[in-house]
């Protein structure tokens, strides 16, 4: 049998506690903040009181980012391999 490695880290996001097994607790914090920011950033925007809406809409922003940066990322590359 394999053993899990990593350790428990509890994160606070959008006012819920996430207690979460990581390699990387300083990348499951700042990936927490993201979140969470987002999050509070779309409730104050839409003034909406349903924690599950704000989280998807959070979740939109956040993959918007994502593909945004990702074409950037794309265009780079074939910038590079045509030279």
Do not use: F
């Amino acid at each position: 049998m394999s053993e899990k490695k990593g350790v428990k880290v509890a994160v606070e996001i959008y006012g819920d506690t996430y207690p979460l097994k990581t390699d990387n607790p300083e990348h499951l914090r700042e990936l927490a903040r993201i979140v969470d920011s987002h999050m509070r950033s779309v409730a104050h925007r839409m003034r909406i009181l349903s924690g599950a809406k704000i989280g998807v809409l959070a979740a939109m922003e956040i993959a918007d980012d994502y593909l945004k940066l990702k074409k950037d990322y794309d265009d780079l590359m074939q910038l590079l391999d045509d030279k």
